[in-house]
């Protein structure tokens, strides 16, 4: 009974990306690219997953959808593989992280003003030659009514 504790239950890929939400195209990519080490192969040559790849695939999933890039992903996990170290450069890598999305939210915001100025310039209703919004993002010489 104790060995059977000690086992750790396998399963296939497709089990794990059930699991984790993520798809198997992904995990393939996440092990190509070194993110999830390469598992262990049945006897059938089939990938065989862990409790360890489902853990490291939920932190790879976690910094994915926070918006961290792969090369970002790899060093924390480097970081986190490495017992002792400092969170300096995790923190480095977070502070500049959270730069970059405010820089994209302002950028967003920007946009969301310019796009409702736009917006209201034109209520409908009239030929597309003629729509403000067509005229506020095209060249105005490319529509010439003579030829209409």
Known sequence: MVA?????????????AERTGVKVETIRYYEQVGLLPPPERSEGNQRRYGRRHAERLAFIKHARDLGFAVDNIRTLLRLSD????????AHAISAGHLEEVRDKIARLRSLEKELERIATTCSGGVAACDCAIIEALADHG???HARH
Do not use: F, S, W
Request: with cysteine.
């Open 4 to 16: 059977t504790a000690r086992l750790e239950r396998v399963m296939p890929i497709g089990a794990l």
């Open 82 to 89: 490495t017992p002792g170290m400092a969170c300096d450069e």
């Open 142 to 144: 490319q529509c010439d």
